[in-house]
């Protein structure tokens, strides 16, 4: 490996999702999710397993690495991102494991002490039993990142009224709704995750709620035992 290599990956990609720091002071182009990977990692994970989910180039799983990660699967649909990935984790040399494979096959990997799944949920086509896999998968913390339906009523077809309701509302009289947009997506209210996962899961004992360094999305922490 040299620096020559690293810049030909870097500018081979026609498009970056993360910015991920690499040897010789170099970094790929993309969003900058230091901010929350520090919220929402421990400093240390103690050799703990971690799963990421829509992992794309791989900057969750090189930030658990660098934690002291135990076992650390990426799991990618887009092929091209994928072997970015793999390319990124051989210079970092990084001992990860990434794959291309459906979030519906997730039960085949076992279960993980932390699952991440970020911005994947409102891409799927049956959101409920994804959240009953990624539950089931997870042993210890569960990491979520959705869409907020607060921010998105112009996508919303045939319920502009919802509009007025939600600016007017306060988060907490704001009602549960799970919604689909006019391109497919699925947008989740705060209110409408936590009763979710509350009355679905009895192994659920804390479930947190954060702002996300994206527009429109929010961040749930999930402790299951």
């Known amino acids: 490996m040299d620096k020559a290599e690293i810049l030909q990956v870097i500018n081979e990609c026609s498009e970056w999702y993360q910015k991920i720091q690499l040897p010789f002071d170099l970094e790929t ?30 900057f969750f799983c090189f930030e658990a690495k660098k934690r002291n990660a135990g076992r650390v699967v990426g799991i990618e649909p887009n092929g091209e991102r994928l072997d970015t990935a793999i390319r990124l984790s051989s210079f970092l040399s990084m001992d990860i494991e990434f794959l291309q494979q459906s979030i519906e096959d997730i039960e085949e990997l076992g279960t993980f002490d932390y699952v991440l799944c970020l ?43 919802w509009r007025p309701l939600f600016k007017l509302s306060s988060f907490l009289l704001r009602p549960p709704v799970l919604m689909i947009d006019s391109r497919g997506k699925f947008l989740i209210t705060r209110k409408w995750m936590e009763h979710f996962l509350l009355n679905q899961f009895p192994n659920i004992e804390r479930i947190e709620f954060l702002n996300s360094d994206r527009p429109n999305r929010y961040l749930v922490v999930v402790s299951c035992f």
């Open 119 to 161: 911005n994947v949920l409102y891409h799927v086509k049956d959101p409920i039993c994804v959240i009953h896999k990624l539950v089931h998968t997870t042993r210890g913390k569960l990491i979520l990142e959705t869409a907020d339906l607060r921010a998105k009523f112009s996508d919303i077809t045939g319920h502009r009224w």
């Open 29 to 58: 182009p993309g969003r900058d999710r230091s901010q929350i990977a520090n919220q929402i990692l421990p400093t240390d994970f103690e050799g703990a397993s971690v799963l990421d989910i829509g992992c794309a180039e791989g």
